[in-house]
């Protein structure tokens, strides 16, 4: 069974510039999840997916980042404009009969 | 609202020795409990989870944790650690949503 695939691996961007992460879940999980790992610290959930409905959003800092699963399956997290403190890991991760989560690989992002 | 610690940045011990990383926890009801384990660039591997039955559970590369109600503890055992156990281990409860601890690097020397 295929992991949690997640796209770039790595980006560096400069601040004020916009990045796209985009997520595809193990086939069959309604639930999707990201997170935003900043490094020294355990990850932070930004916003979950209940197939193309949000969840929890809460905290999410809505005036930069936005999520989308419109079909339900795959996912994109979108920073804009950047920050220098959106450095940090951002992992996808998705579940079937929840609590137990699985994770990408990540996306590991540099603003400089 | 939920929380979790890890109350030691780094453990270190030696190959074959038994190894405990520990996390305590704070949950208004009963809580669901994971721990995660990740290499480098990698993402989070899931070990073994308590929801409820026994408080021994045993979990993936031998490891295993033991619940413990009173002390609000979730504690990461390994009888015999191996070098390729070193790595960045994560706690986490789950209460409405999943909270994770700062990790704990755990290194095994030869």
């Known amino acids: 069974e295929a992991g949690v695939a997640q796209s770039p691996r790595y980006k560096i961007i400069e601040k004020r510039q916009s990045v796209a992460f985009w997520c595809n879940p193990i086939?069959?999980?309604?639930?999707l999840y990201w997170y935003q790992q900043i490094l020294g610290q355990g990850p932070k959930l930004l916003i979950q997916?209940?197939?193309?409905?949000?969840?929890?959003d809460s905290q999410l800092p809505k005036d930069r980042f936005s999520a989308e699963r419109l079909k339900g399956v795959d996912s994109t997290l979108k920073i804009q404009p950047a920050k220098l403190e959106d450095s940090a890991v951002y992992l996808c991760?998705?579940?079937?009969?929840?609590?137990?989560?699985?994770f990408g690989p990540g996306t590991r992002l540099l603003v400089l | 609202a939920q929380s979790v610690a890890q109350p030691e940045d780094q453990v270190n011990v030696a190959e074959g020795n038994p190894l405990t990383v520990k996390c305590t926890y704070s949950?208004?009801?009963?809580?669901?409990l994971f721990w995660y384990v990740q290499y480098p660039n990698r993402g989070l591997q899931f070990l073994l989870k308590y929801i409820t039955g026994d408080n021994l559970v045993k979990g993936s590369y031998g490891f295993e944790a033991e619940f413990n109600k009173s002390q609000t503890s979730f504690h990461l055992k390994k009888p015999s650690a191996l070098v390729s156990d070193s790595a960045l281990y994560f706690c986490a409860v789950r209460d409405y949503d999943m909270r994770f601890g700062a990790g704990t690097r755990l290194t095994v020397k030869p």
């Open positions: 997916f209940q197939n193309n409905g949000v969840v929890d």
């Open positions: 991760a998705s579940s079937l009969s929840e609590p137990t989560q699985y």
């Open positions: 086939s069959g999980h309604a639930t």
């Open positions: 949950v208004s009801g009963n809580p669901y």
